[in-house]
């Protein structure tokens, strides 16, 4: 049984950093595309970040330059720094139910390209 379990999630002030971890179990075959998306209740889930082959980075614009996302194994993180009122959300780990997706399709972010999901993981940050 596939398994994603986020951990990490917490309340912050502004400015302020935070480390998501993701651990992924119950696959019988790698996941070349993993990806952490967020969602404020009453708004879509918006894609965050993704990681392609362990090593190709994609992040939505509001995530550049202030979030990075890492790959070990078969656990990614999300290393969230200079945070926001607005990243406030319920963050979620996920990846493809295919084995294998195209740098095209990982890099787009899109929910719906995602079958697999964890439980997610509150960040509050607060101004």
């Known amino acids: 049984q596939v398994q994603l379990v986020e951990s990490g999630g917490g309340s912050v002030q502004a400015g302020g950093s935070l480390r998501l971890s993701c651990a992924a179990s119950?696959?019988?075959?790698?996941?070349?595309?993993m990806g952490w998306f967020r969602q404020v209740p009453g708004q879509a889930r918006e894609g965050v970040a993704v990681?392609?082959?362990?090593?190709e980075t994609y992040y939505a614009d509001s995530a550049k330059g202030r979030f990075t996302i890492s790959q070990d194994s078969t656990n990614i993180y999300l290393q969230m720094n200079s945070l926001k009122p607005e990243d406030t959300a319920k963050y979620y780990c996920?990846?493809?139910?295919?084995?294998?997706?195209?740098?095209?399709?990982?890099?787009?972010?899109?929910?719906?390209?995602?079958?697999?999901w964890g439980q997610g993981t509150q960040v509050t940050v607060s101004s």
């Open positions: 990681i392609y082959g362990g090593t």
């Open positions: 996920a990846a493809p139910r295919l084995g294998w997706v195209s740098t095209t399709r990982c890099a787009a972010r899109r929910e719906a390209d995602f079958g697999d």
């Open positions: 119950g696959y019988t075959d790698s996941r070349n595309c």
